[in-house]
C-alpha cells in the first residue's frame, strides 16, 4: 500500500506541480506525515475523479443513446437484483480499500511516543495568546518559556486604516524555534477555554483543553517560517492568536537557546540597574501596546461595560501597591489575567509605569513610578 501511495503522490506531484495548481490544491507541507497526507488526499481525489468519470460516462451516454428522437421505446423492467447488489457490493468495497490507507495514515499520526533525541514542547492556549515551555530546555531551574503575541498594528485591523503587512494577523512577537529533522512533540493544553493549535505545514491540529493534553508529533524536513492558528472559536480575539514556528538547522537552535539563556542572565543584572522614566515609559508603551491595548484599547479608555478604563482609573493613579498586585495576580473570574509569568521584571515596571504616566494620569494622580525593584520586593514577599 505504501509504495502505491508514494507512486500516486509522485504522480500528483508531477501533474500539480505547477504553482497554480499548487495554489488551488492542499499544501504538501514539510514534514513526511504532511506528505503522506497530501498523498492520501490525491489517491482519494483520483478514485473520486475515476468513479465520477464511470458514473456521468453511463449517464451521459444513456442520454444520448435513448434520446427519444432516436425513437427508443423505454424498457419496462422494474426490478434488478442482479444490478442492485452490485451497486451495493461494489461502493462498498470501494469504502473498504479506502479506508486501508486512511487507517494506516490516522495510526501514524496519533504515535505518541517520546523518540531518542526528540524535543518536548508544551504548548499553552491563553486568550488570546500562545505560551510555549521547551521541557528539555532549562534556563536556571525552570524550563524554557515564553508567550508570542500578535504584533500587527490595531491600525491595520480595526480602522482599515493602514495598509496590511506581508503577514497581515501571522505575525508574533516571539516564534517558536526548533531544529529541523529532530522528532518534536508539541505537548497541547489550555489555561482557560478550548483553542486548537494548527499547522497545515505540518498536517498538526490538536485541540487545546483545559486540564488535558493532547500529543503532536512532527519532525519538520525543510527549513523556514511556518504560520497557523488558533482553529477553535475562544472568544472575541480568536483571529489573532497566530502561531509562528521557525525551523532551522541544529546549529541555529542551539545558538538561539544560548540566546535566551543569555537574556535571561542579563535580566538579572537590568533588575538591578537604575532606569530613567523615560526608559521606562518607552519600553512600557511597547508592552502595553502588544500586551493590554486589545483590551484597556490604546488611548487607554478601555471599551465601557467590557474592559475598563485605565486612563483616569483610581487603581492607576494612587498607591502603586494595588496595581502591582493585579498585575501580579489578575483578577479571579475576569479576563484580567496574571501577567506574573507573561512579564519579567523589568517590562512588569515599565508598563506599570507607561499606565501610571499617560493620559493625564500623572496630573490627577500621585505620579509615582514603579521601577523593577518593586516588583523583585513584591515577589520577595508574595512568592
Ligand atoms: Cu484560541
Redo the contacts with the bound molecule.
Keep these: 500500500m505504501k509504495k502505491e501511495l508514494g507512486l500516486i503522490t509522485l504522480l500528483s506531484i508531477s501533474l500539480f506541480s505547477s504553482a497554480d495548481w499548487l495554489d488551488v490544491n492542499m499544501p504538501m507541507g514539510v514534514t513526511d506525515i504532511s506528505q503522506d497526507v497530501f498523498g492520501l488526499h490525491m489517491l482519494m481525489f483520483w478514485i473520486m475523479v475515476a468513479i465520477g468519470v464511470v458514473v456521468f460516462g453511463v449517464l451521459f451516454y444513456a442520454m444520448w443513446k435513448y434520446r427519444r428522437s432516436n425513437n427508443k421505446k423505454p424498457a419496462k423492467f422494474e426490478e434488478n437484483h442482479k444490478l442492485e447488489m452490485a451497486w451495493t457490493i461494489v461502493p462498498t468495497i470501494i469504502l473498504v480499500l479506502m479506508a486501508l490507507p486512511a487507517s494506516s495514515l490516522l495510526k501514524k499520526m496519533y504515535d505518541h511516543d517520546a523518540e531518542e533525541g526528540g524535543i518536548d514542547i508544551q504548548v499553552i492556549?491563553w486568550?488570546?495568546k500562545w505560551q510555549y515551555k521547551y521541557l528539555d530546555e532549562k534556563v536556571g531551574e525552570k524550563p524554557l518559556s515564553f508567550f508570542s503575541n500578535l504584533t500587527t498594528p490595531a491600525d491595520q485591523y480595526e480602522t482599515n486604516q493602514a495598509e496590511k503587512g506581508a503577514h497581515y494577523l501571522l505575525e508574533v512577537d516571539e516564534e517558536v524555534v526548533v531544529p529541523i529533522n529532530t522528532p518534536i512533540r508539541f505537548l497541547i493544553t489550555?489555561n482557560d477555554?478550548?483553542?486548537?493549535w494548527y499547522m497545515s505545514d505540518f498536517a498538526v491540529k490538536q485541540d487545546?483543553i483545559p486540564g488535558f493534553i493532547n500529543v503532536a508529533k512532527t519532525t519538520i524536513n525543510v527549513p523556514g517560517t511556518y504560520r497557523g492558528n488558533?482553529?477553535?472559536?475562544?472568544?472575541e480575539r480568536?483571529a489573532y492568536?497566530p502561531i509562528v514556528v521557525r525551523a532551522v538547522t541544529e546549529e541555529e537552535y542551539q545558538d538561539w537557546i544560548q540566546q535566551k539563556r543569555d537574556a535571561a542572565e542579563q535580566l538579572a543584572f537590568l533588575t538591578e540597574k537604575e532606569w530613567t522614566v523615560d526608559e521606562l515609559l518607552s519600553q512600557g508603551e511597547e508592552i502595553y501596546n502588544t500586551r493590554c491595548a486589545a483590551c484597556h484599547q490604546i488611548n487607554g479608555a478601555g471599551i465601557p461595560g467590557f474592559y475598563p478604563a485605565l486612563a483616569g482609573s483610581a487603581v492607576v493613579m494612587n498607591d502603586k501597591s494595588a496595581q502591582i498586585e493585579i498585575l501580579m495576580e489578575g483578577i479571579r473570574g475576569s479576563q484580567m489575567q496574571s501577567f506574573a509569568e507573561q512579564l519579567n521584571e523589568v517590562e512588569m515596571a515599565s508598563v506599570i509605569t507607561f499606565t501610571r504616566m499617560s493620559w493625564n494620569n500623572d496630573k490627577n494622580g500621585d505620579g509615582t513610578v514603579v521601577v523593577p525593584k518593586d516588583i523583585v520586593d513584591y515577589k520577595n514577599i508574595n512568592l
Design positions: 492556549g486568550q488570546w489550555s477555554v478550548i483553542h486548537s487545546a488558533c482553529t477553535e472559536l475562544c472568544g480568536h492568536m
